[in-house]
């Protein structure tokens, strides 16, 4: 029985200390989250329009590589393009719509 006393609160602390996430990890994974929110409402899109529900990460869905692509993008106008200012996001071209309006300039 003291076995059992002693084992026991070992086991928790070493539990605790593999079930607890790394919080970095945690704060990226948080950061992604909140920017997908954020170009969700700038498309006027839900989750499902790029990712698969089942696997996220999965890249089977067209949309979900454009919009990759298109992230990438905005990353690079954002640290190498304008050196920081001003800062683009996709509802500078969309407007809170999938397809953005644009209209070909008529040749001179």
Same mark, same amino acid.
């Given at each position: 029985m003291? $076995?059992?006393i002693i @084992?026991?609160? @070992?086991?928790l602390l070493i539990y605790t200390a593999f079930a607890?996430?790394?919080?970095s990890k945690k704060d990226a994974d948080f950061q992604i989250r909140?920017?997908?929110?954020?170009?969700?409402?700038?498309l006027g899109?839900? #989750?499902? %329009? #790029? %990712?698969? @529900?089942?696997?996220?990460r999965s *890249?089977? $869905?067209k949309s979900f590589k454009v919009a990759k692509k298109h992230i990438d993008i905005l990353d690079w @106008?954002?640290? $190498?393009g304008f050196s920081g200012n001003p800062k683009v996001d996709c509802y500078l071209c969309h407007r809170g719509k999938v397809q953005? *309006?644009?209209i070909e300039p008529k040749e001179h």
């Open positions: 003291k $076995k059992i @084992l026991f609160p @070992l086991f607890t996430e790394n919080p909140e920017r997908m929110q954020v170009i969700s409402k700038q899109v839900t #989750c499902t %329009h #790029c %990712h698969n @529900l089942k696997n996220f *890249d089977e $869905k @106008l954002n640290t $190498k953005p *309006d644009f």
